[in-house]
């Protein structure tokens, strides 16, 4: 018979609440148990101390008749320092997955070609201003000689 440690949950709707029990591998998740080893409120702080109670003795001779633990309750037995849990390394994890790197390619494609069309647009309106300001500076220069030669008419005239 395959044994194993686990939680088996209990409470209210919203309001969990476990049982560390020791049961049949083939048994249902709530269902019959051989021993209950103790309980695990996770409503709790962190630091509480009755957020996770259990019975070391027990642990201990289950874990020496071969029960194994699932990986929460693991944690649990590894923090009352019965058992020494290898810390897991999914290197993995934080990377996005397929389609999320779609969505992403598309949205820095989208934002390359906006930043293209508003670079020619601020092309293509300092364009004309460049070209107005030239007009402008030929048109002042012109009257600046007007004046000038005009004078110059006026003092060989007289």
């Not at 969990?16 to 591998?25: E, G, L, Q, S």
């Not at 309750?73 to 999914?90: C, H, I, Q, S, W």
Request: aromatic fraction near 4%; glycine fraction near 6%.
């Amino acid at each position: 018979m395959a044994l194993s440690i686990r939680l088996s949950r209990g409470g209210a709707k919203k309001r969990p609440f476990y049982r560390i029990v020791v049961a049949d591998a083939r048994a249902p998740r709530d269902g019959r148990f051989i021993e209950k080893l103790g309980t695990y409120n996770p409503l709790l702080p962190k630091d509480s101390a009755e957020r996770v109670t259990l019975d070391a003795e027990r642990a201990k001779h289950w874990l020496s008749v071969g029960a194994q633990p699932t990986d929460r309750v693991e944690r649990f037995l590894d923090a009352a320092g019965l058992l020494t849990r290898a810390a897991k390394n999914n290197p993995k994890k934080a990377e996005p997955g397929e389609k999320a790197k779609e969505r992403a390619e598309l949205k820095a494609q989208k934002e390359a070609e906006a930043a293209e069309a508003a670079a020619e647009a601020a092309a293509a309106a300092a364009a004309p201003v460049e070209e107005a300001a030239a007009e402008e500076a030929a048109v002042e220069e012109a009257p600046a000689e007007a004046p000038a030669e005009e004078a110059a008419a006026e003092s060989t005239e007289g």
